[in-house]
């Protein structure tokens, strides 16, 4: 049975400030709550619809009904397993090999895809201006289906970041109207900057790049006025990493 002391916490972790306030995050499924409990991260409590299906202490697993679990899932159709779990304290890095920079991107999917694509192509560093949406909202924890375990997610501010690393690497941004990336020689150690799904790159952060790359458009139409972030990451991310 959940209780409602629980209910109410559950709830309130769909917003950041209560997920920052308790430094607890939600997660959903079996896959993804396995790689979670894998790669060691701290379990706050675990509800089931069938007993015994993680290896967890008992005192923190919840055995409920799949219409209690409706209640307190984010899903539109829950997946019969909900975990809350501790947010782990952040990672001490020094930013080496390729770094990935996202400017803004708001979208949950978006982001959860792209920790996913991170951890696909070895990127270990993600970083994300303060206005970019919470690794730990639940809808990127699900996108990215225990990824977020394998790649160092650092929020802080691009333009001081990337004014520190001005000089000693490449700061690549993806435009419109840059040089084609299929063109360009790429470094295994740059810096790729994405821009938010609306607006692309703000002014302020393209004045600090020194290359501005695009991914040329082949259909005849061009009815396509740009690609989505998450996809043009992909790309962007096959290309630096197939560069010898």
């Given at each position: 049975m959940v209780s409602k002391n629980q209910k109410k916490l559950i709830k309130s972790l769909y917003q950041k400030k209560y997920r920052k306030q308790h430094k607890l995050f939600v997660a959903e499924g079996?896959?993804?709550?396995?790689?979670?409990?894998?790669?060691?991260?701290?379990?706050?409590?675990?509800?089931?619809?069938?007993?015994?299906?993680?290896?967890?202490?008992?005192?923190?697993?919840?055995?409920?009904?799949l219409d209690e679990l409706k209640q307190i899932s984010f899903l539109t159709t829950p997946q019969f397993a909900?975990?809350?779990?501790?947010?782990?304290?952040?990672?001490?890095?020094?930013?080496?090999?390729?770094?990935?920079?996202?400017?803004?991107?708001?979208?949950?999917?978006?982001?959860?895809?792209?920790?996913?694509?991170?951890?696909?192509?070895?990127?270990?560093?993600?970083?994300?201006s303060l206005q970019t949406v919470d690794c730990y909202n639940p809808k990127v924890i699900q996108a990215t289906m225990g990824s977020i375990t394998?790649?160092?997610?650092?929020?802080?501010?691009l333009k001081e970041f990337l004014k520190e690393k001005r000089g000693s690497r490449k700061?690549?941004?993806?435009?419109?109207?840059?040089?084609?990336?299929?063109?360009?020689?790429?470094?295994?150690?740059?810096?790729?900057v994405m821009g938010n799904e609306a607006n692309g790159i703000s002014n302020e952060i393209e004045e600090l790049?020194?290359?501005?790359?695009?991914?040329?458009?082949?259909g005849v139409?061009?009815?396509?006025?740009?690609?989505?972030?998450?996809?043009?990451t992909a790309i962007v991310l096959n290309e630096f990493k197939r560069m010898p």
């Open positions: 079996k896959k993804v709550i396995t790689e979670l409990l894998d790669a060691g991260l701290r379990l706050h409590s675990i509800f089931v619809v069938e007993e015994g299906c993680f290896n967890v202490k008992k005192d923190v697993e919840y055995v409920v009904s909900l975990a809350v779990f501790h947010i782990p304290k952040e990672e001490q890095t020094e930013f080496e090999g390729l770094t990935l920079v996202l400017d803004d991107v708001r979208d949950p999917g978006n982001l959860g895809t792209i920790i996913r694509l991170c951890d696909w192509f070895g990127v270990n560093n993600l970083v994300c394998r790649v160092v997610v650092t929020y802080l501010d700061l690549f941004g993806t435009f419109m109207n840059g040089n084609s990336i299929y063109k360009e020689k790429l470094p295994s150690n740059g810096i790729i790049l020194s290359d501005k790359i695009t991914i040329p458009q082949f139409g061009e009815k396509t006025e740009s690609l989505n972030v998450a996809t043009a």
